[in-house]
Every structure is written in C-alpha cells, then in structure tokens.
Nanobody
C-alpha cells in the first residue's frame, strides 16, 4: 500500500492550499480516507474523513467551515481544500487508509493502518 501526498507549501494567513493524496495497493473506492496533521511538539490529530463514496464527511471542529475533503475514485485520489488558513494550521499533513473497508467515518488514528509520508504546510502570520 502506498499513499503519496502533494501540493503543500508556504502560504500567508488567510490564504488557501489544496492537498492531494494518491493511493495504490488497495481498492481505493472501497475505503474511507482520512487526513490528519501533526504540529511540532504536539500529537497527531484528526482533521477530516470521507466515506468510500464521497457522500459523507466529518471534520474536526477547528477546521469545520474552512476545510473541505473530497475524492475522485477514478483517480484514486483524495483532496483536502484548505481555505482561510491560520498560523495554527501549520503542521505536517498525512493522508491515511483505515484498516477495514467498512462504510464508516473513523476519527481515531489507531484504526488507520496505512499512512503517507506527510507533507509540510506552513502558514505565516
């Protein structure tokens, strides 16, 4: 299983970025997909999750209304559109596969068993 994140970078507060994550090694369209992030000195935290079909999503309270998760099953890719970015959004962002292909929206990192390498997002004030 391989997950590759891309399109992170440096942006000013109030700006936007879109992260992409392309997957291989599993039947992408059968799995929910999650985004997590980890800031320096902090634990990894849940950001957003989307179910297998893209019809259901869930977000952490601190990104709700600013971030949008979506997916393109034809391209085996999940996206995270991040708007109105804040300096506290600075972190390494990870996409991940949960351990089973159930129709669910898992928030806990412990139930994800495949992770990307992570991509840096830096928001300057």
């Amino acid at each position: 299983v391989q997950l590759v994140e891309s399109e992170g970078g440096l942006v000013q507060a109030g700006g936007s970025l879109r992260l992409s994550c392309t997957a291989s090694g599993r039947i992408f369209s059968q799995y929910a997909m999650g985004w997590f992030r980890q800031a320096p000195g902090k634990e990894r935290e849940f950001v957003a999750v989307i179910n297998w079909s893209g019809e259901s999503t869930d977000y952490a309270d601190n990104v709700k209304g600013r971030f949008t998760i979506s997916r393109d099953n034809a391209k085996d890719t999940v996206y995270l559109q991040m708007n109105r970015l804040k300096p506290e959004d600075t972190a390494v962002y990870y996409c991940a596969f949960p351990e089973t292909s159930a129709n669910w929206l898992p928030r806990f990192a412990e139930v994800y068993d495949a992770w990307g390498q992570g991509i840096q997002v830096t928001v300057s004030s």
